[in-house]
């Protein structure tokens, strides 16, 4: 049995993306193209919009000694293959997890490659923030909007959801640790271990400490939550391809945002393995390992 505290003050403060969303909306179909081709559906995270009271709620019952959420009595946890397919980039190759390597290059010699600055400017923008070094989201802004190669201008605008979105470490900065994984992304590298690792660790920070601030991408995790826990139409599953992004489809689905923590809390509950879905419906059949012997509900965490 872990100690855990009853209730945890967990806080989602988020960064203002109404810039970054400005400027996506501004860009033509074709330099979107190219952002899709070699960041996938990322951009679909800013039109989430974070249910306060659902996430605290949903916190409540992180279990950090199984790293799952355990909802009466279900237990359910977002899986790698979930993960992939809503952030769906043509360019990862999933059996390519990225991890830091011994000899990373400067803080300064990454930025320089992934922004095509010079040093002298590069340099200029660096900022410390607490125990670690930054680059400001305004001026990354202000370089999207004048910088004369849109190959880099994509790259930036990419980099900035990374640290404003995925990992928001710090508010109105991007971190250091961001573009270590950055610098990786052009080999093919998929994120998504990653990206799911930072949320466990958060979570399990959040819960064993009883408060502290959520720096994992709470965004994915609403939409997980989501597909697993709203009843769907009984439809024929759409084979998932380029033309059919699920992000776009959960994004524009309409949720209501006027039910009390306490209220979710309630419902959680009282959960019954009936009320959820298994299986995210947009998930290609067959491709999740969903059954453990006879029992078709177990979790199967570690595999």
């Not at 872990?2 to 074709?30: C, P, R």
């Not at 043509?90 to 390597?101: F, G, H, L, T």
Request: contains cysteine; negative net charge; glycine residues 4%.
């Amino acid at each position: 049995m872990s100690e855990l505290w009853d209730f945890t003050q967990i806080n989602v403060t988020q960064d203002n993306l109404h810039d970054l969303k400005e400027i996506w909306d501004q860009w033509g179909d074709e330099i979107r193209q190219l952002f899709y081709s070699n960041y996938g559906d990322l951009p679909y995270l800013l039109d989430i919009k974070i249910d306060k009271h659902l996430f605290r709620a949903i916190t409540q019952y992180w279990n950090p000694a199984y790293s799952c959420f355990t909802f009466g009595k279900v237990d359910l946890v977002p899986t790698v293959e979930e993960y992939t397919t809503l952030l769906w980039c043509p360019k990862v190759q999933v059996d390519k997890a990225y991890s830091r390597a011994a000899n990373v290059p400067t803080f300064l010699k990454k930025l320089i490659n992934i922004i095509g600055m010079s040093e002298q400017w590069v340099t200029a923008q660096i900022k410390q923030n607490g125990d670690s070094k930054c680059i400001p989201w305004k001026n990354l802004r202000d370089l999207i909007l004048a910088h004369p190669n849109v190959k880099k201008r994509v790259d930036v605008f990419a980099l900035s959801i990374y640290g404003l979105v995925v990992f928001p470490k710090a508010l109105g900065y991007v971190d250091e640790a961001v573009s270590n994984l950055f610098d990786r992304l052009d080999k093919g590298v998929t994120p998504i271990p990653v990206i799911l690792a930072e949320t466990f660790r958060s979570l399990n920070t959040c819960r064993r400490a009883g408060e502290g601030r959520f720096i994992g991408c709470a965004q994915l995790l609403l939409v997980w939550f989501h597909s697993h826990f709203w009843k769907v139409e009984k439809v024929s599953y759409r084979v998932f391809s380029e033309n059919y992004p699920p992000l776009k489809e959960l994004v524009a689905t309409p949720r209501r945002d006027d039910i009390t923590e306490e209220k979710w809390m309630a419902i959680f509950q009282n959960l019954q393995k009936d009320d959820v879905e298994w299986k995210a419906h947009w998930m290609v059949p067959d491709e999740i390992l969903y059954r453990c012997g006879d029992f078709d509900w177990v979790p199967l965490l570690g595999i």
